[in-house]
């Protein structure tokens, strides 16, 4: 086994920015944001503006405003897409200076199954590390959603370094079918912002072992779709129990990691881990 050892004392500190496109993207940040999670800078991009007002999020754009005249793009992929190539000048200054971008969105519906992979174009010509964390619909939300949110799927690979798909259908299984409605839609935002801060706070948080985000960067650059499992556990063996959970987390959406061209771990635990 080789010692690797990375450089703790360099000044550098990598511009992070999570920007939320449409209604799934901007719910996902709303509870970032009210979480109070430090490090990264917050963005939510819509086509609709009474959205966009009532959030706490610091940081908005509104796109598409002389296309949807601050409505919202009836759950129209084109309509999105049309909004964000309108407004591509403010969101290539958005994502101006941005070492690394996270695009988070519910695909499926208008503006975020269509602006998604134009803002992560974007941001990635404009030099930044891109990563795509998005899901798929629910069942209850009907064929037409899911056929939509899979034909965005496939356009967003095509604009982002690394793209990680969470099947909402999925999730259900960690709390059982009798989840609420508001419940299921509460835990698709706990799970986008899991997702996020797994891998950013491995770049803005000092670790026993330390990673940077050139280190994050050669794995996750240019790599394409990526699988996301969490797993959580108590006593005498909770190491390898939260590791097995990990590993056959039903986030993986019936895929594992064996072939897996480059792995990140997160593990946080009590200083007697």
């Known amino acids: 086994m080789s010692l690797i050892e990375f450089d ?4 550098y500190s990598a511009t992070i920015k999570v920007i939320g496109v449409g209604g799934g993207g901007n719910n996902a940040i709303n509870s970032m944001v009210r979480d109070n999670i430090r490090g990264v800078e917050f963005i939510i991009a819509n086509t609709d503006l009474q959205t966009l007002e009532k959030s706490e999020c610091p940081g908005k754009i509104q796109i598409g ?9 009836g759950s129209n992929p084109e309509i999105g897409r049309d909004a964000a190539e309108e407004s591509e000048a403010p ?7 941005a070492d690394m971008v996270f695009i988070t969105a519910g695909m499926g519906g208008g503006t975020g199954t269509g602006a998604a992979p134009i803002i992560s174009r974007i941001a990635k010509e404009a030099g930044a590390l891109t990563v795509g964390v998005v899901t798929k619909p629910f069942a209850f939300e009907g064929k037409r959603r899911m056929r939509q949110a899979e034909e965005g799927i496939l356009e967003l690979k095509e604009a982002v370094d690394t793209l990680i798909v969470i099947p909402n259908q999925k999730l ?18 706990d799970v986008l912002k899991q997702a996020v801060c797994s891998i950013s706070d491995l770049i803005v948080i ?21 699988l996301m499992g969490s797993g959580t556990a108590t006593g005498e063996m909770r190491a390898s129990e939260a590791a097995q959970k990990a590993i056959s987390s039903p986030l993986l959406d019936e895929a594992t990691v ?16």
């Open 8 to 11: 703790n004392e360099s000044d």
């Open 65 to 73: 405003g002389e296309l949807t005249r601050g409505l919202g793009a």
């Open 91 to 97: 969101i290539r200054e958005m994502v101006e200076g």
């Open 172 to 189: 259900l299984s960690y709390v059982g079918k009798q989840t609420s409605f508001t419940g299921a839609f509460a835990m698709v935002d």
């Open 206 to 226: 000092p670790g026993l072992i330390n990673l940077d985000f050139a280190d994050v960067k050669c794995i996750m650059g240019s790599m394409g779709k990526a």
């Open 258 to 273: 064996d072939g897996a061209k480059g792995i990140l771990i997160n593990i946080t635990g009590g200083e007697d881990l």
